[in-house]
């Protein structure tokens, strides 16, 4: 079954220990975490809503978990707040580095780098645009330009390579494959859905609750 590296690198104990450490500061937890630790924090953000809903949190001290490298890049947004992190990250965007983007400007010196910030700090400052994988697509399809560099999971390059036959898109790094995302195929969501194959996820309604309320939370301050 597949799993995802960065929600499994923090837990409830771990946000426990992280608030009492830290009293005075919203903890702030990006969507890609468990129910469990979303039933501890005080709102869920995404990569193309994070530098709005942080913008519009009163408090100015900010606890970010678990992508440091996102919340690093959102700290530069957002100059007038004080953040800390936790140390965590995506394992396929830290593969990429500073040599990457060097070498591939090399191979394709017209290509506009685009690159997702969870990437680490070296990448991202010599990126020409930073942002969510929405935010990825819509500047190429928009774009003037014709050539682009993808520094995100490869199967976005595909996806844009459908969507803009016209333009040419140019993996970053061979290291942006996500092997977990890849582990769960077409073929086992079509058995899926014939109750052939998959297994049922349950949760208790405390923490259903618990994580409405942090993700209801993120609606609120995504609004204003």
Not at 138 to 151: C, L, T, V, W
Not at 152 to 175: A, G, M, N, W
Not at 180 to 198: E, F, H, V
Request: a negative charge; hydrophobic letters at 40%; proline letters at 4%.
């Amino acid at each position: 079954m597949a799993g995802y590296p960065m929600a499994a690198q923090i837990d409830k104990k771990l946000v426990s220990w992280l608030k009492e450490a830290h009293p005075d500061y919203t903890v702030v937890a990006y969507i890609n975490t468990t129910s469990e630790v979303k039933t501890l924090v005080d709102v869920c953000v995404t990569s193309s809503s994070v530098v709005k809903i942080i913008s519009n949190i009163d408090n100015d001290k900010i606890l970010f978990v678990p992508d440091r490298n996102l919340g690093q890049w959102v700290a530069e947004q957002c100059p007038d707040k004080q953040f800390e992190f936790f140390k965590g990250g995506c394992p396929t965007h830290m593969r990429m580095r500073k040599r990457d983007v060097i070498r591939a400007r090399e191979e394709h010196p017209n290509a506009k780098v685009l690159v997702h910030p969870e990437c680490l700090a070296e990448v991202t400052e010599l990126a020409d645009f930073a942002g969510s994988t929405t935010e990825i697509m819509a500047y190429a399809k928009n774009s003037s330009e014709k050539e682009f560099i993808i520094g995100t999971e490869s199967s976005i390059v595909q996806h844009l390579q459908f969507e803009c036959p016209d333009k040419r898109f140019y993996l970053l790094s061979t290291e942006c494959v996500c092997h977990n995302m890849k582990m769960t195929t077409l073929a086992d969501i079509y058995n899926c859905l014939l109750g052939q194959a998959g297994e049922e996820i349950t949760l208790d309604e405390e923490t259903i609750t618990g994580a409405r309320r942090f993700i209801d939370q993120m609606i609120l301050l995504g609004q204003k």
